[in-house]
């Protein structure tokens, strides 16, 4: 499958975690970067409450996000002693049969999840600044 694959997910902290889940967020920054040089866009947003993230991936196609999930496995392991709850999910782009396997293994019950496959029109621009 070919085109961009983009996932959105948002999730609020621990009340008693805050400054170490944000630490947690930019360990797993970091080790995204250091291990996914194909790895488009990844970036992780706070509410002014500094409660609730979003973290956004553009991935070059669905292969990355499958690879993405692999190197993640490991670091994602203690996510929840930071993670309070998962708000929603949204997966922009055609998922491989692989992808869609590996996301509903994390699927949780009462996470709005949003899934748009099919990409109509756009472009890509990297290193515009």
């Known amino acids: 499958m070919s085109g961009p694959f983009i996932y959105v997910g948002t999730f609020t902290i621990k009340n008693d975690r805050l400054e170490e889940g944000k630490k947690w967020l930019a360990e797993h920054c970091a080790v995204v970067e250091a291990n996914e040089p194909r790895l ?5 947003f706070f509410d002014e409450e500094g409660r609730t993230a979003s973290v956004v991936q553009v991935h070059p196609d669905s292969a990355s996000m499958e690879f993405h999930m692999q190197v993640m496995s490991e670091h994602l392991a203690d996510a929840f002693d930071y993670i309070e709850a998962v708000v ?42």
Not at 40 to 44: D, G, K, R, S
Not at 105 to 129: D, L
């Open 40 to 44: 488009i866009v990844f970036h992780a």
């Open 88 to 129: 929603s999910e949204q997966y922009f782009g055609a998922a491989s049969d692989t992808l869609s396997e590996m996301l509903a293994k994390y699927a949780e019950p009462g996470v709005s999840i949003t899934s748009m496959p099919i990409h109509a029109a756009g472009f890509t621009r990297s290193g515009v600044r």
